[in-house]
């Protein structure tokens, strides 16, 4: 192994791999914290952490979710789906996703309505962001989980940027978690969607794989409810976005990856 490290597609299959399954939450969260999961898109969190979120929800632990952007970019030239109604259905269907989860859709999801594909990456509009993550995290529970930096989409870093940012004026116990979504396509190439080199990651991967299985159908469930970006539910803009069966195929495995976000 050279000291730069690996491809990230070797070294997220070396997760896969050798990571602690645990079936459990309090591996993850101690023997009392909860969730706070920040999702760069509306789907992100079910996604990613769908199964972690079932499970919190099942042993009575706090989970709570924010959306980081407003989703707008799915289908920008759709007519019948203007910018606001398009909005308010991606909000609607986050809302049904954690409810299928387990959580209260009026209680434990926020969101921050940033512009989709222009999540800030500095500046006084990350600062904002910042501020605004915190205040919507409401009291941080315990363990913070972020999309994955290596992610290929610049919402998702500049998500996991924003809530890196905000982990100081948190707890000082607070642990930062990563989840990876579209960067499993290092390791698992998804038809169509292309990727930028790989970066080079220092080995070896340290996190945990939480056993999901029990909470499969709940997850598939919720991701499900994100209708507008698995159905033909939006019709008239034939560029729009729909999640390759490749990519669902990968949420939809028996466990989540929570990678220690220093880690790599
Ligand atoms: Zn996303």
């Known amino acids: ?9 070797t070294w997220l299959r070396a997760a896969e791999r050798d990571l602690p399954l645990v079936d459990d939450v309090v591996a993850l969260l101690g023997p009392d914290g909860g969730a706070l999961v920040v999702a760069p898109h509306p789907d992100d969190e079910s996604l990613g952490c769908g199964g972690l979120l079932a499970a919190c929800a099942a042993a009575g632990r706090p989970a709570r979710v924010v959306v980081v952007s407003d989703g707008a970019g799915s289908h920008p030239r759709s007519r019948a789906w203007p910018r606001d109604r398009l909005v308010a259905q991606r909000q609607a269907e986050a809302r049904a996703a954690v409810a299928e989860l387990g959580l209260d859709p009026a209680r434990d999801i926020g969101f921050l309505g940033l512009s ?3 999540v800030p990456m500095a ?3 990350f600062d904002a962001a910042v501020a605004a993550l915190r205040r919507a995290a409401g009291p941080v529970p315990g363990c913070v989980f972020a999309p994955w ?9 500049a998500s996991f940027a924003i809530a890196a ?7 000082p116990e607070t642990r ?3 989840y990876p979504v579209w960067g499993l396509a290092f390791a698992h190439p998804i038809p169509g969607f292309p990727l930028p080199p790989e970066p080079l990651l220092p080995m070896p991967p340290r996190g945990l794989r939480l056993d999901v299985a029990r ?3 709940a997850k598939r469930r919720a991701v499900m409810a994100h209708a507008s970006q698995v159905s033909g539910l939006i019709e008239d803009d034939p560029g729009g976005f729909r999640l390759p069966e490749a990519a669902l195929a990968l949420a939809f495995r028996p466990f989540e ?3 220690e976000a220093e880690a790599g």
């Not at 940012?165 to 707890?171: I, N, R």
Request: charged share 15%; proline share 10%; net charge negative.
């Open 1 to 9: 192994m050279s000291e730069a490290g690996v491809p990230a597609g």
């Open 116 to 118: 989709d594909t222009a």
């Open 123 to 125: 500046g006084t509009a």
């Open 149 to 157: 930096r290596h992610d290929p989409h610049r919402d998702h870093t």
């Open 165 to 171: 940012a905000a982990l100081p004026t948190w707890p």
């Open 176 to 178: 930062l978690f990563a």
């Open 215 to 217: 909470h499969l159908a």
């Open 257 to 259: 990856l929570f990678l």
